[in-house]
C-alpha cells in the first residue's frame, strides 16, 4: 500500500492506494465524529460492507443507500439522501464515507459539503477510474439534465481509500475502461508510467485486480501531483482534461449509451493525439505508440455512423470553455502536453474523420 | 454610505451600506467576467433593476427571475435556475448578482456555489433583514422539506450592497420585523447601537427609509467583525444566534405561518432574557430595558395558543446541536453574551409560560 499526501487549502489529507488501503481508516480520528454514514449501493454494501467496517475498525456506521447509475447523480438524489441523513440523526459532526464509483464519490462529496453546510467526508472509491482519478481532488458534482456536472464544489475529502480488491467483482469491460484514465495519467506524467502499462496491458483483468496496485499507485499519484499544486483548476489542473473535451462530446452525441467514459475518453485521447500530429507538435512515432497501447488496454465501441459536424456541435457546451473558447490538452511528447485554445474546428473534423477511416481500415 | 471589509478565507470583500450603496458596484471589476445575471424576482427588477444597472454603471446584464417566497429556495428551483443559467450562456467567469430579501441571498448564494462547481457572486440586499444580516457573511442554503436550510454552502460574495432605499418599498410589517434582527445585533454589540435604535424607535418606518443608512451600517457592522473573526462558525459566530434557536422552533410549531422570521427572532430574545434572568446572569432592570425595546419595535404576533412542550420538541431539531446538545446564547448585560449547553429545559418551559402569562396580563 502507497500513501500519498494532497496539500488542500485547509488541511491535507492522505490518498491510500494498494492492498490493505482501508486499514488506513482504521487510524482516522473516527471518535471525533458523532456518527459515521456510509452511502453507496446496495449490492456493494452486500459484497464488501463488513470487510470495509472489519479492515477499517469501524465500531459503528449505517447504510444510505442510493440506486446504482448515472441517474442517481442528480439534485433529487442529493434531497433524499439529506433527508435520510437527517432522520438518521446526521448532525454537522457526522462523517460521511462514500463507498462506490465514481457517481457516488461525486454525489456523495457534494452531499457532504452542503449537509449543513459541510461535513467531513471519506472516499472510498471501488472503480478503476475513481481509484487512480475521480475520488482525488476534491470535485464533487450532479448532473441538470442531460448537462453532466453543470452542478457541483470544490470540497476536499479528509482521506481516500483505493483497495484494488474490490475491482475484482467488476465486470471485464467498465475493469478496462478504467484504464483509459490510467493511460491518460500516463501520457501526463512520463515515460516510466506508460511503459509499465505497455508491459501489463494483456494482464489488466478483473480476476488480477490485487496484482494491480503498483500501477494504481502511479497513476493516483499523477492525479494528486496535479492537484496539489492547483486544487481548484485554475491552470494546471486543467491538463487533466487530456482526452475528455473530446470524450464528453462522443459521450453526449451518443446519449451516453454506446461508450463507457473511459471508452470515450480513450476515442479523445486519440483525437487530441492525431491532431498534435497534424499540428506538428508530436512526432507521428509517439503518436503511434499513444496509438498502440490504446489498443492494446481493450476494444473501444466504434466511431461508425458518427458524423464529425453532429459531435463538434457538442464540443463548445463544455463548461471549461471560457468565452466560448476550448481549451484542448494536446500532446506533444509522452509526458508532456500544451493547452490550447487556438484549434481550427476544421483541423478537429479532419482528425475525427482520419480516426474513422483508420478504423474502417482496421 | 460606509464601507466596511470582511476578511475572508481567500479574499476580503466590502460590505457597503447606506445611500448610494449601489454606486460601488460601478467600481467592481466586471470586465473581468463573461456574462453578468441578476437574479431576482420579477417584480423587484420592475421596481429597481433600472436603477441598479444605472447607478452600478452596469453595461450588460440578463435578469433570471425566481418566483417570490420561501419555496423557493429549494433544490429544484437551484435545478431551474442552472439549466436557465446554461442556456443563457453563463460559463465560469460569469457573475451572479441576487437582488432581492433574504431567499434570494440565499438562493443566489447556493447557485453561485456550485453553479460549475462557483462562479462569483455579488449580493444586493432589499430587506432589512438581509441588509444587516443574512446577506454579509457567505452562508447559503435552501430548505428540504420542512427542514430550513439543511443544505447550504460556505461561499462569501465578492461584493455587498445595502442601499436603504429599496426598504422603503417594503410593507411595514416586514420592514419592522427586520428591526428586530438589528435589536440583536444591539445586544451583541454594546449600549451605542442599543441606545440609537431605542431613539429611533418610534421612526422606523418604509416612508422613512433613507434616513436610516447609518443605523443600517451600524448594524451590519457587527455582523461583519463576527464573520471577519469566525467565517466557519467555529465559534464567535455562533453569538449570532442569539433569539434564534427559540425563534425557529417558533416559526416551526407555527408552519412558518404566524410569524415572519424578525418576529419569531423577537420572541427568541424575549425568552432568552427571560432564562437570563432566571438564571442569575441577566440584570432585571437590563432585561426590562431589552423587553421594553423589542415593544417599541413593534407588535409581535401573538403566543397564546402554543405549548411550551410543542415548542420545545423543536429544538433539538435545531442543527446547530452538536450531539444533540443545544447552545444556548444568553445575554448577560447589553453588549455582551454567553453560549452555554447547560441550561435546563424545564427552566426554558418556564420563562415560555413567563411571557405567555405577561402578554396575557397587557
Redesign the interface.
Known amino acids: 500500500m502507497q500513501r500519498f499526501w494532497v496539500k488542500s487549502?485547509?488541511f491535507k489529507y492522505s490518498v491510500n492506494v494498494g492492498s490493505g488501503a482501508w486499514r488506513a481508516l482504521a487510524d482516522f480520528p473516527q471518535d471525533r465524529y458523532?456518527a459515521i454514514f456510509i452511502l453507496t449501493e446496495r449490492n456493494l454494501w452486500q459484497r464488501w460492507g463488513e470487510k470495509l467496517l472489519r479492515e477499517g475498525n469501524v465500531k459503528r456506521a449505517r447504510p444510505v443507500f442510493v440506486p446504482p447509475g448515472e441517474n442517481s447523480k442528480s439534485?433529487?438524489r442529493?434531497?433524499e439522501v439529506?433527508?435520510e441523513l437527517?432522520e438518521k440523526g446526521a448532525?454537522?459532526?457526522s462523517l460521511l464515507v462514500a463507498l462506490g464509483g465514481g457517481m457516488i464519490g461525486d454525489l456523495g462529496g457534494f452531499v457532504a459539503?452542503?449537509?449543513?453546510?459541510?461535513i467531513d467526508c471519506v472516499q472510498v472509491p471501488t472503480t478503476v477510474l475513481a481509484q487512480v482519478d475521480s475520488a482525488i481532488g476534491g470535485?464533487?458534482?450532479v448532473n441538470?439534465?442531460a448537462?453532466k456536472n453543470?452542478?457541483?464544489?470544490?470540497y476536499p475529502p479528509r482521506m481516500v481509500l483505493a483497495e484494488p480488491m474490490v475491482l475484482a467483482s467488476l465486470d471485464e469491460r467498465p475493469f478496462r475502461s478504467g484504464f483509459f484514465e490510467v493511460a491518460k495519467h500516463a501520457i501526463l506524467s512520463g515515460p516510466g508510467l506508460f511503459k509499465e502499462l505497455e508491459a501489463k496491458a494483456a494482464e489488466l483483468l478483473p480476476q488480477r485486480a490485487r496484482e494491480l496496485g503498483d500501477i494504481l499507485a502511479r497513476a493516483a499519484r499523477v492525479k494528486v501531483q496535479v492537484v496539489s499544486r492547483d486544487e481548484r483548476?485554475a491552470g494546471l489542473r486543467r491538463i487533466l482534461n487530456l482526452g475528455h473535451t473530446f470524450g464528453h462530446a462522443l459521450e453526449e452525441a451518443t446519449g451516453y449509451r454506446r461508450f463507457l467514459h473511459g471508452e470515450a475518453v480513450g476515442w479523445g485521447i486519440l483525437i487530441v493525439s492525431r491532431l498534435a500530429e497534424l499540428l506538428g507538435v508530436l512526432e507521428p512515432t509517439e503518436g503511434a505508440r499513444i496509438a498502440r497501447l490504446l489498443r492494446q488496454l481493450g476494444p473501444l465501441p466504434t466511431l461508425h455512423g458518427l458524423r464529425a459536424r453532429q459531435v463538434l456541435e457538442l464540443l463548445p457546451q463544455d463548461?471549461?470553455?471560457?468565452?466560448?473558447r476550448i481549451h484542448w490538452v494536446i500532446p506533444e511528447r509522452i509526458g508532456r502536453v500544451r493547452i490550447s485554445d487556438q484549434v481550427p474546428l476544421n483541423l478537429v473534423e479532419t482528425a475525427f474523420r482520419d480516426l474513422q477511416r483508420s478504423e474502417a481500415q482496421e
Chains 1, 2 share one sequence.
Request: hydrophobic fraction near 40%; charge should be positive; glycine fraction near 14%.
Open positions: 487549502r485547509s458523532s439534485l433529487m442529493v434531497e439529506g433527508a437527517l448532525d454537522r459532526r459539503s452542503t449537509y449543513m453546510r459541510g470535485k464533487t458534482a441538470v439534465g448537462m453543470l452542478l457541483g464544489t470544490f483548476e463548461k471549461k470553455a471560457v468565452r466560448g
